[in-house]
């Protein structure tokens, strides 16, 4: 009888899973949110991603994923260390799983946790009020920005997992005790789901191959991407080629704003099918949640790899993953949604072009920034020109993004507005209006000021509609001077009045001191004066090349509460003011980038401007920005950095390898001596991957020895046998005559080229100092030139890459190139007794 009970029994499930079979679907909805979050808002951020699975919920998902360490935020940086952080965010992982919007549908969160005293950053799936698995990250980041493993450690034992003691509050909650953590993959009804976190993708060893090896279906990946400039269509690459190579579908979701810290999170989420984007998020934008949902068929994954015999080969005899087993199906029912259509492929993607993303980026970082400070808006003094232009204009661009948002309805948007202005009711009508209430700029003139350069400024402001102040600071300096004339019996006299460059430095830092301390008194009481709550953030306005040169006063205008375009060079910005001028309809911009760009500092010559910035600084900008390039992104130290420019100039034949050494050695000797500003950098928008930001990024020392003895030695030693190469070059010439000359011609000139590299002459002997082939360093120079200055004045048309000739070119300064070491105390501002 028994017997026959199992036989019956076993008969019935039979037949159901027939009819199971019938009717299971293959269609896959899911949801991969973007979220905005904040390091250690824990209540805001739950209520971000409870939100995001209550979209994803109303569009039919029975999957959503969300971005790496959304519960507690990414940039909690040093608060992973204390235990509280782990317990916060345990608390709102209860109430996510219990939250009745969550229920019936497969959710991972990220967040830290601590399983046998070592922490993890990890990914945490629940279904149905239980937690299914705790996938802990096993590659970390510590390139660029990140630190990742000084906080967290990754998980080194694959395809294993342990039980993970849930911590008692959260046991007694949920009904469970334990919960498996490890390298695993979830296993549902109908399809198989793992995870690779950030970085795994980034890296040669990908853990998304293994797992679809394994047949893992559907890759995960919770991502913290930033913004750099020309970068977004990396990761679109990464995801597209994952999913291509490998089959499958590829979910990537990315935080999005600035959570506290100087990056942008990239946003750009998006869902690949076998090689195809067939749904990706915004990469700017001011709403704090956005979901992408997508469909697929999962037959379309099993017939794409099918047809890869290769990989079916290797998938035959793969290792396999510990599988966690769910009742669940995540393809729908054919009968229930007969009308789930799955996603088709976007086709080309069309990214934003440089100037659009210094249009978007900064202001989205600012707009974010502003609501969280609690402030009222933001003060900045404007000079009329390039740099502190292009900080005002940002600031126009965010009120133009304000404006938008709130006539598309985000509710949030326009609370935040509301409240920064402390107007319950208020509605913008439009961004100059708005403008005109949250940036108030100021000309701080002085007599060396210049017409020109305060109707600029005056213009500007009134095309942007900001709240403009004139004012006159010569009253001030004069009296400063009179305390120290008082004290010491003497006063400083300008170069031109005879001073000496001590004096004449110390006359310029004054006026630039004192423009600072105004600025942060007006800022403190503007809002004051307009019967107005709170006070108002002071905006910088120094660039990226001139941190780099520590062309600026220390604890001047380059001092203030955040700088969004410290992160951005010269050269970027003249592009971004010719984008907004079009696009934002500014005339003024047309004058303001034509006029050569000066700090105003020394006395005006019959009315007319008498310092430029780059005749002080003995450099262009365009130098600055690729001498900047190969010191960070080439790893490149003087002599290095010599190497490589003189091949190339000596290819070309444009340039005398003694100028590119002078200019080298300038570089390095102005580095040295002012990298001691970086320590009190303004936090600045990260948007450039040469930033000499000191904080994180770019980690070097702030005392250097300033004449670099051993690298210019080696300078000079190579120039020497440069000399006596191209000595002998000119006798064989002479000796060959011109048919020789013209083979040396077709040759490309790979003799000169060889030179700087392994054999001395280009034949294996001689006594050069060895490094890479030749074609390698020149190519390397050409192509940071070109991929960074395609378009630039003068350097390539639309849609052209320009060359820029490795970036020596003749300052616009009268005195050319042998003014350059002409005197170095008085084009270096501040360390005035350094030697060099």
Same mark, same amino acid.
């Given at each position: 009888?028994?017997?026959?009970?199992?036989?019956?029994?076993?008969?019935?499930?039979?037949?159901?899973?027939?009819?199971?079979?019938?009717?299971?679907?293959?269609?896959?909805?899911?949801?991969?949110?973007?979220?905005?979050?904040?390091?250690?808002?824990?209540?805001?951020?739950?209520?971000?991603?409870?939100?995001?699975?209550?979209?994803?919920?109303?569009?039919?998902?029975?999957?959503?994923?969300?971005?790496?360490?959304?519960?507690?935020?990414?940039? @909690?940086?040093?608060?992973?260390?204390?235990?509280?952080?782990?317990?916060?965010?345990?608390? &709102?992982?209860?109430?996510?799983?219990?939250?009745?919007?969550?229920?019936? +549908?497969?959710?991972?969160?990220?967040?830290?946790?601590?399983?046998?005293?070592?922490?993890?950053? @990890?990914?945490?799936?629940?279904?149905?009020?239980?937690?299914?698995?705790?996938?802990?990250?096993?590659? +970390?980041?510590?390139?660029?920005?990140?630190?990742?493993?000084?906080?967290?450690?990754?998980?080194?034992?694959?395809?294993?997992?342990?039980?993970?003691?849930?911590?008692?509050?959260?046991?007694?909650?949920?009904?469970?005790?334990?919960?498996?953590?490890?390298? %695993?993959?979830?296993?549902?009804?109908?399809? @198989?789901?793992?995870?690779?976190?950030?970085?795994?993708?980034?890296?040669?060893?990908?853990?998304?191959?293994?797992?679809?090896?394994?047949?893992?279906?559907?890759?995960?990946?919770?991502?913290?991407?930033?913004?750099?400039?020309?970068? &977004?269509?990396?990761?679109?690459?990464?995801?597209?080629?994952?999913?291509?190579?490998?089959?499958?579908?590829?979910?990537?979701?990315?935080?999005?704003? @600035?959570?506290?810290?100087?990056?942008?999170?990239?946003?750009?989420?998006?869902?690949?099918?076998?090689?195809?984007?067939?749904?990706?998020?915004?990469?700017?934008?001011?709403?704090?949640?956005?979901?992408?949902?997508?469909?697929?068929?999962?037959?379309?994954?099993?017939?794409?790899?099918?047809?890869?015999?290769?990989?079916?080969?290797? %998938?035959?005899?793969?290792?396999?993953?510990?599988?966690?087993?769910?009742?669940?199906?995540?393809?729908?029912?054919?009968?229930?949604?007969?009308?789930?259509?799955?996603?088709?492929?976007?086709?080309?993607?069309?990214?934003?072009?440089?100037?659009?993303?210094?249009?978007?980026?900064?202001?989205?970082?600012?707009?974010?920034?502003?609501?969280?400070?609690?402030?009222?808006?933001?003060?900045?003094?404007?000079?009329?020109?390039?740099?502190?232009?292009?900080?005002?204009?940002?600031?126009?661009?965010?009120?133009?993004?304000?404006?938008?948002?709130?006539?598309?309805?985000?509710?949030?948007?326009?609370?935040?507005?509301?409240?920064?202005?402390?107007? =319950?009711?208020?509605?913008?009508?439009?961004?100059?209006?708005?403008?005109?209430?949250?940036?108030?700029?100021?000309?701080?003139?002085?007599?060396?000021?210049?017409?020109?350069?305060?109707?600029?400024?005056?213009?500007?402001?009134?095309?942007?509609?900001?709240?403009?102040?004139?004012?006159?600071?010569?009253?001030?300096?004069?009296?400063?001077?009179?305390?120290?004339?008082?004290?010491?019996?003497?006063?400083?006299?300008? !170069? &031109?009045?005879?001073?000496?460059?001590?004096?004449?430095?110390?006359?310029?830092?004054?006026?630039?001191?004192?423009?600072?301390? /105004?600025?942060?008194? $007006?800022?403190?009481?503007?809002?004051?004066?307009?019967?107005?709550?709170?006070?108002?953030?002071?905006?910088?306005? %120094?660039?990226?090349?001139?941190?780099?040169?520590?062309?600026?006063?220390?604890?001047?205008?380059?001092? %203030?509460?955040?700088?969004?375009?410290?992160?951005?060079?010269?050269?970027?910005?003249?592009?971004?003011?010719?984008?907004?001028?079009?696009?934002?309809?500014? =005339?003024?911009?047309?004058?303001?980038?034509?006029?050569?760009?000066?700090?105003?500092?020394?006395?005006?010559?019959?009315?007319?401007?008498?310092?430029?910035?780059?005749?002080?600084?003995?450099?262009?900008?365009?130098?600055?920005?690729? $001498?900047?390039?190969?010191?960070?992104?080439? $790893?490149?130290?003087?002599?290095? +950095?010599?190497?490589?420019?003189?091949?190339?100039?000596?290819?070309?034949?444009?340039?005398?390898?003694?100028?590119?050494?002078?200019?080298?050695?300038? $570089?390095?000797?102005?580095?040295?001596?002012?990298?001691?500003? +970086?320590?009190?950098?303004?936090?600045?928008?990260? &948007?450039?991957?040469?930033?000499?930001?000191?904080?994180?990024?770019?980690? !070097?020392?702030?005392?250097?020895?300033?004449?670099?003895?051993?690298?210019?030695?080696?300078?000079?030693?190579?120039?020497?046998?440069?000399?006596?190469?191209?000595?002998?070059?000119?006798?064989?010439?002479?000796?060959?005559?011109?048919?020789?000359?013209?083979?040396?011609?077709?040759?490309?000139?790979?003799?000169?080229?060889?030179?700087?590299?392994?054999?001395?002459?280009?034949?294996?002997?001689?006594?050069?100092?060895?490094?890479?082939?030749?074609?390698?360093?020149?190519?390397?120079?050409?192509?940071?030139?070109?991929?960074?200055?395609?378009?630039?004045?003068?350097?390539?048309?639309?849609?052209?890459?320009?060359?820029?000739?490795?970036?020596?070119?003749?300052?616009?300064?009268?005195?050319?190139?042998?003014?350059?070491?002409?005197?170095? /105390?008085?084009?270096?501002?501040?360390?005035?007794?350094?030697?060099?």
């Amino acid at each position: 009888m028994e017997h026959r009970e199992d036989s019956s029994s076993n008969r019935i499930n039979a037949q159901l899973t027939k009819k199971a079979r019938r009717t299971m679907g293959h269609n896959v909805q899911v949801a991969v949110a973007t979220l905005n979050q904040w390091a250690m808002d824990f209540q805001g951020n739950l209520e971000r991603i409870l939100l995001s699975i209550n979209i994803a919920a109303a569009n039919g998902a029975t999957y959503r994923t969300g971005p790496e360490l959304e519960v507690s935020g990414y940039s @909690c940086e040093d608060h992973f260390h204390e235990p509280d952080t782990y317990l916060h965010c345990w608390e &709102a992982l209860v109430e996510i799983v219990q939250a009745p919007v969550a229920q019936g +549908m497969l959710i991972d969160v990220g967040m830290p946790v601590q399983h046998r005293n070592v922490a993890y950053n @990890c990914r945490v799936a629940f279904y149905n009020g239980r937690i299914v698995l705790i996938r802990p990250k096993m590659i +970390m980041c510590d390139d660029g920005n990140y630190r990742e493993t000084r906080w967290f450690s990754p998980w080194t034992k694959e395809r294993q997992t342990e039980d993970y003691q849930l911590p008692r509050f959260v046991a007694l909650a949920l009904g469970q005790d334990v919960v498996p953590i490890g390298d %695993a993959v979830i296993a549902t009804l109908d399809t @198989c789901l793992g995870y690779e976190i950030c970085e795994e993708l980034w890296n040669p060893r990908s853990k998304h191959i293994d797992m679809s090896l394994a047949g893992v279906e559907i890759i995960v990946n919770g991502s913290g991407s930033y913004m750099q400039l020309r970068k &977004a269509h990396i990761t679109t690459d990464l995801i597209r080629n994952a999913s291509y190579k490998a089959g499958g579908a590829y979910l990537f979701s990315n935080l999005r704003g @600035c959570d506290g810290q100087r990056v942008y999170f990239n946003g750009c989420s998006a869902v690949a099918l076998n090689g195809a984007i067939i749904a990706r998020g915004r990469q700017f934008a001011l709403s704090e949640v956005d979901v992408t949902v997508a469909s697929f068929d999962l037959q379309d994954i099993r017939a794409y790899r099918g047809a890869l015999r290769s990989r079916s080969s290797l %998938a035959a005899s793969a290792p396999t993953y510990p599988r966690i087993q769910l009742q669940l199906e995540l393809a729908s029912s054919d009968r229930d949604h007969p009308g789930t259509p799955a996603s088709s492929p976007l086709g080309e993607w069309v990214y934003h072009r440089p100037e659009e993303e210094i249009a978007l980026g900064p202001a989205c970082w600012l707009w974010d920034y502003l609501r969280r400070s609690g402030q009222g808006g933001f003060f900045l003094p404007l000079s009329g020109g390039v740099d502190s232009s292009s900080t005002a204009i940002i600031v126009y661009s965010m009120c133009r993004l304000v404006v938008d948002a709130i006539e598309q309805g985000d509710r949030q948007v326009r609370d935040d507005c509301r409240k920064i202005l402390a107007e =319950p009711e208020y509605v913008p009508t439009s961004a100059s209006e708005l403008c005109g209430k949250l940036l108030f700029t100021c000309y701080m003139g002085t007599e060396n000021s210049s017409r020109e350069t305060r109707a600029r400024a005056a213009t500007l402001a009134g095309q942007i509609g900001s709240s403009h102040l004139d004012i006159g600071i010569d009253g001030a300096v004069s009296a400063l001077l009179g305390i120290f004339q008082l004290a010491t019996g003497m006063r400083p006299r300008f !170069r &031109a009045a005879g001073g000496c460059p001590r004096q004449n430095l110390a006359l310029q830092n004054i006026q630039a001191r004192t423009r600072m301390v /105004l600025s942060y008194l $007006f800022a403190q009481l503007m809002l004051w004066v307009r019967q107005r709550p709170g006070g108002l953030l002071v905006l910088g306005s %120094a660039n990226v090349d001139e941190a780099l040169r520590g062309y600026m006063t220390k604890y001047d205008c380059s001092s %203030a509460d955040v700088n969004p375009i410290g992160g951005i060079s010269k050269v970027d910005l003249r592009r971004f003011l010719a984008y907004a001028q079009i696009e934002y309809g500014l =005339p003024v911009v047309t004058e303001i980038v034509a006029a050569p760009p000066t700090a105003e500092l020394e006395p005006l010559v019959d009315g007319a401007i008498a310092q430029t910035d780059e005749e002080d600084m003995g450099l262009t900008y365009q130098e600055l920005s690729e $001498f900047g390039r190969l010191r960070k992104q080439a $790893f490149c130290g003087p002599f290095s +950095m010599f190497c490589k420019l003189a091949a190339a100039a000596v290819a070309d034949g444009n340039r005398d390898p003694k100028d590119v050494a002078d200019r080298v050695k300038h $570089f390095f000797r102005c580095y040295a001596i002012n990298r001691h500003k +970086m320590t009190v950098l303004t936090p600045s928008y990260h &948007a450039e991957s040469y930033s000499p930001d000191d904080n994180r990024f770019d980690h !070097r020392p702030f005392l250097y020895r300033a004449n670099w003895t051993w690298q210019f030695r080696a300078i000079d030693a190579e120039l020497e046998l440069l000399a006596k190469h191209q000595a002998r070059t000119e006798e064989d010439r002479v000796r060959d005559g011109a048919a020789q000359h013209q083979h040396n011609s077709n040759a490309g000139g790979n003799a000169n080229d060889a030179l700087f590299f392994s054999g001395g002459v280009g034949t294996g002997g001689g006594s050069g100092i060895g490094m890479s082939s030749t074609v390698s360093a020149h190519q390397l120079v050409r192509q940071s030139s070109g991929l960074y200055l395609a378009g630039v004045d003068g350097v390539g048309g639309e849609g052209t890459v320009g060359q820029l000739t490795v970036g020596l070119t003749k300052s616009h300064s009268s005195g050319g190139y042998s003014r350059m070491h002409s005197s170095v /105390l008085g084009k270096i501002k501040d360390r005035t007794g350094v030697p060099v």
